[in-house]
């Protein structure tokens, strides 16, 4: 009963270096989502897929990068790693969208860039 | 972008207490949501509300869609150990993403 499994949980990084965070789920759900919470700040929403192939920017896509090759796989990828990059990252799915839309969130990446 | 603002920022309370938060926003939701987020882990869905006036209820929890459909709130009665975490609202407006509060922060001592 995995649901949605991220990695590493923790990470390091030094400045302008980049990384990938994995996420995978194996509920067969068709959305995706990248979020990242700041401290008092709530989640704020970085990309999002509706399915394998296609991906879209959330409010806060500057500095990363999505693929969705798969249902299953939605990475997130950091090219030049900056501080204010330095948060906690939740892969999430869902199977509907809208109203009826419900997110079933990954347990984070806890990332730190110094 | 929109703001859903929580009250209060952070609890702290006496174990057995009733806990009470809300969720405000100036703008009209169509979708009210709860989640709690445990240290160190991602958040859970605990209550969906998708009416104006709704009231549900998950255990000891129990949330309200605001008549004015600017608001909810989530009420914990008698709180036990395990009820610490962070209670984050969410709502959805039309055909856009999911808006997610700052959270409450619960703190509880035994």
């Known amino acids: 009963n995995a649901g949605v499994t991220q990695t590493p949980k923790f990470r390091i990084l030094k400045i302008g270096q980049s990384m990938t965070l994995q996420c995978t789920q194996d509920?067969?759900?068709?959305?995706m989502y990248w979020y990242r919470q700041d401290p008092g700040m709530g989640l704020k929403l970085i990309y999002y897929?509706?399915?394998?192939?296609?991906?879209d920017k959330g409010e806060v896509p500057n500095g990363y990068n999505v693929s969705r090759s798969t249902t299953e796989d939605f990475p997130l990828r950091l090219e030049l790693a900056a501080p204010s990059q330095t948060s906690v990252y939740f892969c999430a799915s869902s199977t509907q969208q809208g109203v009826n839309e419900k997110l079933f969130f990954g347990s984070g990446t806890q990332l730190s860039v110094l | 972008g929109q703001q859903l603002n929580q009250s209060p920022q952070s609890m702290f309370i006496q174990e057995g207490e009733d806990v009470s938060m809300n969720c405000t926003s100036s703008?009209?939701?169509?979708?009210w949501l709860w989640y709690k987020q445990d240290p160190g882990e991602g958040p859970v869905l605990l209550i969906a509300?998708?009416?104006?006036?709704e009231l549900t209820s998950n255990g000891r929890l129990t949330a309200q869609f605001g008549i004015t459909r600017k608001d909810s709130f989530l009420n914990i009665s008698a709180s036990i150990p395990s009820d610490v975490g962070i209670y984050f609202c969410a709502g959805h407006r039309g055909a856009q993403k999911l808006v997610f509060g700052q959270g409450t922060r619960l703190t509880i001592n035994p």
């Open positions: 703008s009209i939701f169509n979708t």
């Open positions: 897929s509706v399915g394998a192939g296609i991906t």
């Open positions: 509920m067969n759900h068709n959305y």
């Open positions: 509300l998708y009416k104006a006036g």
